[in-house]
């Protein structure tokens, strides 16, 4: 089991310049107070953009998260989902800079993100790596 699987993030949408991913949630994201836990929703976050990014680079390119900022509105039970609808803000050479809109399933805003992602050159290895990984995010449905 991966991270996106042990968070049972699935994608749902995507635009030329847009991503929308939903997490349900279970007790697996809570924390002490059973409420949602801030690292479950970053991480949602980081995966939205990451993926987002790795969608429109080069196929010798990667997008690695570099920076996170996270505003959370609200606190959330567990229960329901979680809706991420990431939009690309800057898309630059080596940088791609991502604000992403967290919503509960009555569509009250739990959290805004702001993530960039360093885009670097794979070398050869990495990139032959990346092909024959069995989550190469740039093979997922949604956006094919």
């Known amino acids: 089991m991966n991270l ?3 968070l049972n993030i699935e994608y749902i949408g995507a ?3 847009t991503l929308e991913a939903k ?6 994201h809570s924390q002490a ?3 949602l836990h801030g690292g479950a929703i970053i991480s ?3 995966t939205v953009a990451g993926y987002a ?10 997008a690695i998260g570099q920076t996170i900022t996270a505003n959370h509105m609200k606190s959330k039970k567990i229960e329901g989902y979680i809706i991420a609808k990431g939009k690309l803000m800057h898309k630059g050479k ?12 009555n569509n009250v805003l739990i959290s805004y993100m702001t993530v960039v992602n360093a885009i670097i050159k794979l070398n050869k290895s990495q990139t032959e790596g990346l092909l024959s990984s069995t989550l190469n995010t740039r093979q997922f449905d949604v956006l094919e």
């Open 23 to 28: 997490m349900n949630l279970t007790q697996f």
């Open 15 to 17: 635009g030329t310049d």
């Open 53 to 62: 990014s790795n969608q429109i680079i080069d196929k010798d390119q990667a």
């Open 94 to 105: 080596t940088s791609h800079v991502w604000g992403i809109e967290m919503y509960d399933e």
């Open 4 to 6: 996106i699987e042990g």
């Open 44 to 46: 949602l976050g980081e």
């Open 33 to 35: 107070f059973g409420i």
